[in-house]
């Protein structure tokens, strides 16, 4: 019972695929209370029953790009609650016809929205979060290897994880004497409802499973384990990084002799 008695706000369950409820569902059963927003009313139907399912409060719409039900939310955790110890930061969007063709075609209104709902989101919400902190708490953001090295069908999305990451470690100097730590995790590609918007996704997972060190993708438990860790009091001394869940493919550098065949003659 790593977490027992913490309370823990997940943002951006979208369905019982997605790493927030796998996040969610670890947490929960490693004793943390949780509250488990919804982005969308579309969402709702199927947030709620696994909401339900972990016993989690606060199921409520909370888009965050609106500020009246940010407050309204935050307001109602303070009351019933009276303070947070952790966040799970699992937001991103962008338009996914912008995704694909070329970096520089991106056009001003996309590259504002993604930015807004990708990364400037988890200021507003560490903002908020902080001051219900009172005994130190953690952060924790979802990214993604194309925030650091250019990767086919991103574009801007690789942008806004750049600017993610950037955050986390000047949040981390913000709050650090707070006893409020902030950390992102890097995971490699699973198969998720945000992944299905990237072009050639099923190939990508294909090769990674011949690339990593580990000769094999990420799980969804990789990812949830690791955010139980940095939830925890055994990651009292981690902040301002970004731990990388990809079973070693960010620490290559180059394809390994035994491995040109395979790619040469893979149909991706």
Not at 87 to 98: K, P, T, V, Y
Not at 105 to 126: C, G, I, P, Q
């Amino acid at each position: 019972m790593l977490l027992k008695g913490k309370k823990i706000l997940i943002c951006g369950v979208a369905n019982d695929m997605s790493m927030a409820w796998a996040i969610a569902k670890h947490a929960a059963e490693e004793g943390a209370e949780i509250a488990m927003p919804y982005a969308i009313p579309a969402l709702e139907k199927r947030v709620r029953p696994l909401a339900e399912s972990i016993g989690a409060k606060f199921v409520r719409e909370c888009n965050v790009q609106n500020d009246e039900q940010m407050d309204a939310l935050f307001v109602e955790i303070e009351k019933e609650w009276g303070h947070l110890d952790g966040i799970l930061h699992a937001i991103a969007f962008s338009d996914r016809n912008e995704l694909s063709g070329r970096y520089a075609d991106t056009s001003r209104e996309n590259f504002k929205n993604t930015m807004d709902v990708s990364a400037y989101s988890l200021v507003d919400l560490t903002r908020r979060s902080a001051r219900l902190m009172n005994n130190g708490g953690s952060i924790i953001t979802l990214t993604y290897y194309g925030g650091e090295k250019s990767i086919p069908n991103y574009n801007v999305m690789g942008v806004a994880k750049s600017a993610l990451e950037s955050s986390v470690r000047y949040l981390a100097a913000d709050l650090g004497a707070d006893g409020i730590r902030v950390n992102a995790i890097s995971a490699g590609p699973i198969a998720t409802l945000a992944s299905s918007g990237v072009g050639g996704f099923k190939s990508m997972l294909k090769l990674n499973a011949e690339l990593t060190p580990l000769r094999r993708n990420m799980t969804l438990d990789d990812v949830s384990g690791a955010a139980v860790y940095l939830f925890s009091n055994l990651s009292a001394g981690v902040t301002g990084e970004i731990h990388h869940v990809d079973c070693g493919y960010s620490t290559t550098g180059m394809i390994p002799n035994s491995l040109k065949d395979v790619l040469l003659n893979s149909d991706a």
